[in-house]
């Protein structure tokens, strides 16, 4: 569907990054790089500059590529369901002491998803996808592999209902790895578009954390078993995923340390708790600032010498992505993209599993609460109204709702320590894909 924007503002963003200085173009999206007196200028410091550098400003002004009008598109909200999380086990064989799911329990009795249900899920998603040919379900927990069994049947179920119906599934596990083998490996490879692994870094930063039911760190059990299953995917969609806590702010050496294993698909999250020695902090915020520059460069190099890695943070793409009615939707959760528990009782996303105020349905009821859904339909880029004045608003969309909802308790107040590590990743992103563009052009001449 085709964006039909409105003209509202303009706006710029003057930051530097070591020795570089950048412009960013909100409405635009162009990103200029510049000296450092242009940088000065634009950042509204009386600075004189010559006839000839203001006729290069006043060049791209004209183009299009600087304070360029903002536009406002409509959301693109749709009442057909494009996908489900399904929480095929709602129990697990680790206890990571960081865990929002209670250690995958979610604040109740430990418990996996019947097939009946799965099925029920299934048919609840194809039903109300409307028109949508490629559907998408995530299997995720607690650890998804406690119920390996369900999983495949689903995944059989799915594609043979799909395909009667001219429809396609795209599937994803979320998973700690220790219960990989052979045959879930082989599975997995046919059947899953994406697998995410989890794995937080260095030996001795993930086992701080991330044990197992008997109290021991889980690195050792689980390393050899994700490198053999990455090593066999090929070219299919994988991430390993970690999560830093106050324990680690120098996280960029678990990056780099998984990506000296032979990971090249990493993302690396900071931790959401309120669990004192691991908890983010506003005090941390200078230190993981100056560790997101410390991995930008280390990043750079790598990629310059080819022996890069993708890292999720830093893939920032000004050119293409999502219609500018997609950016400012915000995320699907609540409207177009569903949790199932297992019991059938349908929430907002994983991150809400479980609370009773935000319980939607069931897929046995088969529909969903109005008045929730609405509110999750009305939520958007516009609805927040602190990202008005925001760089980032065009690639960030206004950030997490659930994160939103369990600081503030408004799923359209912007939780403030996500927000300043957001921006600066995207800060980081965008000299990252500078340099790229410069090597590019260098070899090109």
């Known amino acids: 569907m085709r964006c039909s924007p409105s003209i509202v503002t303009d706006m710029i963003h003057v930051f530097t990054y070591g020795e570089h200085f950048y412009v960013y173009d909100t409405g635009s999206g162009a990103l200029h790089e510049c000296d450092e007196r242009t940088a000065r200028y634009l ?67 430990r418990e996996v998803m019947s097939l009946d249900t ?47 119906l001219g429809k396609k599934f795209l599937f994803t596990t979320t998973t700690n790895g220790l219960l990989l083998d052979d045959e879930t490996v082989k599975f997995f490879n ?25 109290g021991k760190g889980s690195f050792d059990a689980v ?28 996280f960029s050496k678990d990056v780099l340390f998984l990506a000296d294993e032979g990971f090249d698909s990493i993302s690396m999250e900071p931790v959401v708790t309120d669990i004192p020695d691991l908890a983010i902090r506003e005090e941390h915020l200078p230190v993981i600032e100056k560790e997101y520059e410390r991995l930008c460069d280390e990043y750079i190099r790598r990629e310059a010498e080819g022996r890069g890695f993708n890292f999720f943070h830093f893939n920032i793409d000004l050119e293409g992505g999502p219609c500018l009615q997609k950016k400012v939707s915000a995320c699907g959760a609540g409207n177009e993209y569903f949790s199932v528990v297992p019991n059938g009782d349908i929430y907002p996303c994983h991150q ?40 980032a608003k065009f690639i960030c969309s206004g950030g997490c709702a659930a994160n939103n909802y369990h600081y503030a308790g408004d799923v359209n107040e912007p939780y403030p320590l996500t927000c300043a590590m957001m921006k600066k990743r995207i800060e980081c992103g965008m000299h990252a894909l500078a340099e790229r563009r410069s090597r590019e052009n260098s070899h090109k001449n």
């Open 352 to 391: 809400f599993a479980g609370e009773a105020a935000w319980r939607m349905g069931s897929v046995f009821e088969g529909k969903i609460d109005p008045a929730l859904r609405a509110k999750f339909a009305e939520n958007s880029l516009f609805t927040r109204h602190k990202c008005g004045d925001c760089f």
């Open 43 to 109: 950042k509204g410091e009386n600075i004189a500059l010559s006839e000839e550098e203001l006729s290069e400003i006043g060049a791209l002004k004209r183009e299009g590529l600087l304070s360029a009008p903002e536009t406002s598109a409509r959301p693109l909200k749709s009442s057909e369901i494009k996908a489900l999380c399904l929480h095929v086990s709602h129990d697990c064989n680790f206890r990571c002491a960081y865990c929002f799911a209670d250690e995958g329990a979610y604040h109740a009795a």
């Open 223 to 250: 390393i050899g078993k994700i490198k053999k299953f990455v090593r066999s995917r090929g070219d299919k969609h994988y991430y390993v995923r970690g999560t830093f806590t106050a324990k680690n702010l120098d």
């Open 118 to 164: 799965a099925k029920a899920a299934i048919d609840f998603l194809l039903r109300e996808s409307g028109k949508r040919k490629v559907l998408e379900v995530d299997f995720f927990g607690g650890e998804p592999l406690m119920n390996l069994g369900v999983v495949k049947e689903t995944v059989y179920y799915a594609k043979e209902r799909a395909a009667a």
């Open 190 to 214: 046919e059947e899953m578009e994406n697998v995410v692994l989890s794995l937080d870094g260095r030996k001795e930063v993930h086992d701080a954390v991330r044990k197992t039911v008997n």
